[in-house]
């Protein structure tokens, strides 16, 4: 999988994801989709309309969505899950944890909303916290694109991966990363921007703030590396081998919590493997408030100021080990 060569129009992820459920429900006749009253919100609504007899409303009821999927993938179906992030990871937990991962069924579940960006949905429908939960149960795959063709290329892969997936989806519209061609792999880190100076290792829609950042720490002589982790689990160990040897600091960036995310993550391999210095971007642990996205993420260093200001105090620190 590579970077796109050219500018491409932004697009929402969740509009790329309801597109794709309905280009590939011709390949898996066994998929279906099941919605707590948000078809218009995860884009879902789109495959209501080309697949009526697939599509299960059933209300404001997460829980019971995620139980009926996993009766249904028992029964040898295929049922997405498509609901806010912040409640599929909560509030369905129990659901998830029990009747689908214990289970190891293949229940897709779509965290749409995920993390900040909620279009100032209010301070309780942000989650910050559901990558965290998500990668520490047993069998589950966590997916966190980078833009919209990794959407909807995920979600197609999601399809062949035989036990339950989380695929995280934004709502605002993103900068394109990748080509309609690509094809990400679970477990496989794709590097975006070669460096030797420090590594900036990104998830999800981190990814095009961590460019934005390498072309800053460029023109100031630091060459920073850049490798986006769509697959947060299976992680990819190797890429973060590489890192730590070839550039001897790294930062995280994530659109979650510091606590047991991305970047945890990335420290728990480094720690068993080849330990470095890490500055680990996110959000602190507090509940975030509502307001203007680029406002908040800049205000915790996560816009591409705040990342290469990160990895520029990373390199300097390397230098005077």
């Not at 979600?155 to 995280?168: F, K, W």
């Not at 460029?218 to 973060?240: C, L, M, Q, T, Y």
């Amino acid at each position: 999988m590579s970077a796109t060569n050219g500018p491409a129009p932004a697009k929402a992820q969740r509009l790329a994801y309801g597109e794709a459920l309905v280009e590939i429900a011709g390949r898996y006749p066994g998929m279906l989709v099941i919605d707590p009253d948000v078809c218009t919100s995860t884009q879902t609504a789109l495959f209501r309309e080309a697949y009526p007899g697939r599509f299960i409303e059933v209300g404001i009821a997460e829980a019971n969505a995620v139980g009926m999927a996993a009766g249904l993938a028992a029964c040898g179906f295929v049922p997405w899950v498509s609901a806010f992030a912040v409640f599929l990871a909560t509030r369905a937990c129990d659901q998830v944890r029990i009747s689908v991962a214990h289970a190891n069924l293949p229940v897709k579940l779509n965290g749409s909303y995920g993390g900040l960006p909620t279009g100032r949905g209010g301070a309780t429908h942000s989650a910050a916290e559901d990558i965290a939960i998500m990668r520490a149960l047993p069998n589950m795959t966590v997916l966190t694109p980078a833009d919209a063709a990794e959407a909807r290329a995920m979600t197609e892969l999601a399809m062949g991966i035989p036990g339950p997936v989380y695929l995280r989806t934004m709502r605002c519209e993103l900068p394109a990363v990748f080509g309609e061609g690509c094809a990400p792999r679970p477990g496989l880190a794709v590097e975006l921007r070669p460096g030797t100076d420090v590594a900036i290792l990104s998830e999800g829609m981190m990814s095009f703030r961590a460019l934005e950042a390498a072309e800053l720490l460029a023109k100031e002589g630091i060459s920073a590396r850049v490798a986006h982790f769509g697959s947060v689990k299976p992680i990819d160990r190797d890429a973060i081998v590489r890192a730590s040897r070839d550039c001897g600091a790294i930062v995280t960036a994530e659109n979650h919590s510091r606590v047991g995310g991305f970047g945890s993550a990335v420290c728990e391999v480094l720690a068993e493997e080849l330990p470095c210095r890490v500055y680990r971007l996110g959000f602190p642990d507090i509940f975030l408030e509502s307001g203007d996205d680029d406002a908040i993420f800049a205000k915790h260093g996560l816009d591409a100021a705040g990342i290469a200001s990160a990895a520029r105090e990373a390199a300097r620190g390397r230098e005077k080990q």
